[in-house]
């Protein structure tokens, strides 16, 4: 009985096609009549790129051409089909190219497949957008939009191993605002929020692509400046105090202390002791007046 | 620290500066989906007479992928910055830039931001805008065919890991051609890949043809799926000091299927005798 059998393309639930040099059809069965929703004789000869849509002849032209000369096949590539009412159906390909330049193109619908793609894709776009708001939400502080303490001890700590290797030196303030407890009791809390924030504004206005602004806590900053010198540290340092106590904040007159810490060339050092360095700096702007800046050297 | 810096910029883009020291500096910026490969056909002849630049930008051949951002490179300031980046690293004083396609927005966005340095951009099949924006302009795509683009993107992720041609090289290029033009195939990382795509393509620059204040050669083929002549004739006619050159070819890809006949034109432009 099996001698019987006469296998026939058209029986078959998938399509196929031979397209030409030129990249012109040639031969094609039963499927693809119906996907492209014409009859035979409209179809033979008729360029390929017309029945794909304009982005799919980009792919072809980019990927699948090239990746069949080099390969000689392409296969479980998605592109999208055009019928002639101009319906978009995806469809998946497997192409041969033979060495006399035909190409054999099986196709095979593929809408649920794309459909849950789609759906994962989706899904992916969602989680990752996500997970970017959860990364925010736990980088930075809230009230000022600054790095917070735990990312900026990660941040810090990163750059003190890249130093460690790079036999550059950077800079630490801590900049504390002088008798805030005072504007809160005053002027309320909202207020005391108002001047954090704009001092937030102005430590960024100030700082350059790799330098890192903190809010330490309560109302207390920290800044990391990278590949700087003793000199620009301390000018910078005065350059922030000084725009403070010459532009009063909602009309309430704020100074900064500042302390200041240089790391030494290939010199290492542990964030504990820069931060303890720094504080000894602004404890000593505190001792001895506040609205000043002091620098401590590292022990 | 500037030699540390500098030598971070040229690992980062891998840069390359080939030909005669003290030779007037040329740059040349690979397009979407490709690298520095792709000058290779116009490299013999350009390196005889100029120091040539070549990099990749970041995400792109064999550039330092960990420098990637997605937040940087998500428009085409980011890209812009790679090229200023290297100029201001590598001290260039003078520079003149061949830009393909996207290329030439992004040099043009580096020119406006350091006009005393770079003095000439020859732009190869550029677009500031592939969207069609009706009534006056036709970018040549509508929102859904390149939002489709994006979407194959991501469906045939596999194979775009692996490689990716140089775009579009015309139909009716003979296959040999084809061939030969992607024996060797540009790495593109996929996830890269799409940001260059959506900062390429979703983009809108022609507001800024008006401030390039350089003069700038505009080489568009006859026949290009990617960039139609009416797209050139628009820029020429906003960029102040511009000239066009409609080269009879098929294709997006002048540099490397009709460089012979571009190359005197580009000469030329550089250096009029």
Known sequence: MSSEVKPDLNHFLSGHLVVNKDRKIIFCNDYIHELINQSDNKVIDTPISKYITKASNI??????????LTDSTAQEIQITWLNSNGEKIPVIVNIKLDKDGLSYWSVYICINRDKLQNEWLSANKKLEKQSQELFNLATTDPLTGLLNRREFQEQTKKLISQTDRSASTFALLSIDVDFFKHVNDTHGHQVGDKVLIHLAKLFNKN?????LVSRFGGEEFILVLPDITNEDAYQLAEKLR???????????????????VVTKKAKKV?????????DKALYMSKATGRNKTSVAELE | ??????????????VKVIGPKGAPTLMLAHGFGCDQNMWRFMLPTLEKHYQVVLFDYVGSGKSLLTKFSKE????????????QDIINELKFTDVTIIGHSVS?????????AMPNIIKKIIMVCPSPCFLNCPPDYKGGFERNDLEELIGLMDKNYIGWANYLAPLVMGTSQSQELIGELSGSFCSTDPV??????????????RHILQDIKCPVLILQSSSDALANVSVGEYMASRIPQSQMVVIKAEGHCLHMTDYDYILPIALKFIEPS
């Open chain 1, 59 to 68: 792919f072809l032209d980019s990927y699948i051409y090239p990746l069949l």
């Open chain 1, 207 to 211: 700082r350059r692509a790799n330098d």
């Open chain 1, 242 to 260: 000084l725009n403070v106590e010459r532009n009063p904040i909602d009309n309430i007159q704020i100074t900064l202390s500042i302390g200041l």
């Open chain 1, 270 to 278: 542990n964030l504990e002791q820069l931060l303890k360095t720094s």
């Open chain 2, 1 to 14: 620290m500037g030699l540390r810096n500098m030598s971070s910029v040229v690992l980062s883009n891998n």
């Open chain 2, 72 to 83: 940087k490179y998500s428009a085409l300031e980011g890209y812009a910055q790679d090229i």
């Open chain 2, 104 to 112: 030439s927005t992004i040099a043009s966005i580096a020119s406006i």
């Open chain 2, 192 to 205: 890269v890949a799409k940001s260059f795509a959506n900062a390429t393509f979703f983009s809108d620059y």
